[in-house]
Antibody
Framework: EVQLVESGGGLVQPGGSLRLSCAAS????????MNWVRQAPGKGQQWVSV????????YYADSVKARFTISRDNAKNSLYLQMNSLRAEDTAVYYC???????????????WGQGTLVTVSS | SYVLTQPPSVSVAPGQTARITCGGN??????VHWYQQKPGQAPVLVIY???DRPSGIPERFSGSNSENTATLTISRVEAGDEADYYC???????????FGGGTKLTVL
């Protein structure tokens, strides 16, 4: 059974940093591109970042580029999101999500975690 | 950047057909995916590549795409279909995923 479990959310002050993790199980993690998607309270879905299976390619939403870094450790079946220079508008539930098919880049997301809440506030 | 436009809300009576649109420039030429999200839950993929259904998604859910509008159609709507629905595309010009703003489906 495919499982994605996020962790690392919490309350952080503006300008602070936080590292999110996503533990994957039930599939061959290294052959799937993985994504981070966020949802601000009462708002819609916003894609944040994607990383290829081997980690060699990454893309970011304009709103987080240069502040957030996506990475993965295939030996640990884990996905990460390092978030720096956090702003109030980064407050959201952050989901990790798997691409539908292996070895693809622009596939939709067939499995999502339950999400972890990040609150940026003083 | 590419913009997807969805109506904020759609209402339908049980047993009727709900159509949720997703507007985008020349969207008929690209793949569109649809997600359902119920309160407090993660989104669920209900239609991918315009009209394919993941296993476990009822045949009542279908998708179509033409020119500047993609449509998610839910036939014989049930109370359990009440949720927020999002369309999604991959913008190859910017290498970004784009989501529509979401449509709240209310079953009367």
């Amino acid at each position: 059974e495919v499982q994605l479990v996020e962790s690392g959310g919490g309350l952080v002050q503006p300008g602070g940093s936080l590292r999110l993790s996503c533990a994957a199980s039930g599939f061959t993690f290294s052959i799937y591109s993985m994504n981070w998607v966020r949802q601000a309270p009462g708002k819609g879905q916003q894609w944040v970042s994607v990383i290829s299976g081997r980690g060699g390619a990454t893309y970011y939403a304009d709103s987080v580029k240069a502040r957030f870094t996506i990475s993965r450790d295939n030996a640990k079946n884990s996905l990460y999101l390092q978030m720096n220079s956090l702003r109030a508008e980064d407050t959201a539930v952050y989901y990790c999500a798997r691409d539908l098919r292996p070895y693809n880049w622009d596939d939709p997301f067939d499995y999502w975690g339950q999400g972890t809440l990040v609150t940026v506030s003083s | 950047s590419y913009v997807l436009t969805q109506p904020p809300s759609v209402s339908v009576a049980p047993g009727q057909t709900a159509r949720i649109t997703c507007g985008g420039n020349n969207i008929g030429s690209i793949n569109v995916h649809w997600y359902q999200q119920k309160p407090g839950q993660a989104p669920v993929l209900v239609i991918y590549y315009v009209s394919d259904r993941p296993s476990g998604i009822p045949e009542r859910f279908s998708g179509s795409n033409s020119e500047n509008t993609a449509t998610l159609t839910i036939s014989r709507v049930e109370a359990g279909d009440e949720a927020d629905y999002y369309c999604q595309v991959w913008d190859s010009n910017s290498d970004h995923w784009v989501f529509g703003g979401g449509t709240k489906l209310t079953v009367l």
